[in-house]
């Protein structure tokens, strides 16, 4: 079985800074877009961040932008989230995901195929 | 942003049944429509991608269908092992959304 591993996770106050990381195993991470998933407590699941295979493209939810910084290092196949000016509603079970699209999966299709263990981030005073 | 309305949020049903789950999107998605399955404390796993498309070793009585803007999980028999929450999902524009999610729970 693959397993994606994360760590970084957290207690920290409000306003704060926490880096969470996802460790890939190479034949999974290169050439493939990859994401950050959340999801609060007894909540559902939001889209954070998207970045592209080459890093150049990078997207975020309106929620975090300014505030999140996502990151590849496709020589250390690793996935990265920086997270500073930490809110106490940021506080949830971060995933990151890969993002399989087109014409890997055929046509007209893009999907989270493989994810991490999920790493908890708690923003408390 | 596209938002996708999924219902019912919570679901009884017993070992055997056949349930349905619901997702409306605010617009049209071109078959970038995806059903993931979620076990407390656990990731959630891809059961269907493209609308209907089966991801390999999903069994055979989950399929999905659409009709227009409207999305559709069905499964067929209920197994023990289905009892999860389940969500949709679009692909296609960012930011991704997911409907809220559908607990289905033992009757």
């Known amino acids: 079985e693959v397993q994606l591993v994360q760590s970084g996770g957290g207690s920290v106050q409000p306003g704060g800074s926490l880096r969470l990381s996802c460790a890939i195993p190479g034949f999974i991470f290169r050439g493939y877009e990859w994401n950050w998933v959340r999801q609060a407590p007894g909540k559902g699941l939001e889209w954070v961040s998207y970045i592209s295979s080459s890093g150049t493209k990078i997207f975020y939810a309106d929620s975090v932008k300014g505030r999140f910084t996502i990151s590849r290092d496709n020589a250390k196949n690793s996935l990265s989230l920086q997270m500073d000016s930490l809110r106490a509603e940021d506080t949830a079970v971060y995933y990151c995901?890969?993002?399989?699209?087109?014409?890997?999966?055929?046509?007209?299709?893009?999907?989270?195929?493989?994810w991490g263990q999920g790493t908890l981030v708690t923003v408390s005073s | 942003d596209i938002q996708m309305t999924q219902s019912p949020s919570s679901l009884s049903a017993s070992v055997g049944d056949r349930v349905t789950i619901t997702c409306r999107a605010s617009q049209s998605l071109r078959r970038h429509l995806n059903w993931y399955q979620q076990k407390p404390g656990k990731a959630p796993k891809v059961l269907i991608y493209s609308v209907s498309t089966l991801q390999g070793g999903v069994p055979s009585r989950f399929s999905a269908s659409e009709s227009g803007t409207d999305f559709t999980l069905t499964i067929s028999s209920l197994q023990l092992e289905d009892f999860a929450t389940y969500y949709c999902?679009?692909?296609?524009?960012?930011?991704?959304?997911f409907g809220q999610g559908t607990k289905l729970e033992i009757k």
């Open positions: 995901a890969r993002d399989v699209a087109e014409p890997d999966c055929g046509a007209d299709c893009s999907y989270f195929d493989y």
């Open positions: 999902q679009q692909s296609f524009l960012i930011p991704y959304t």
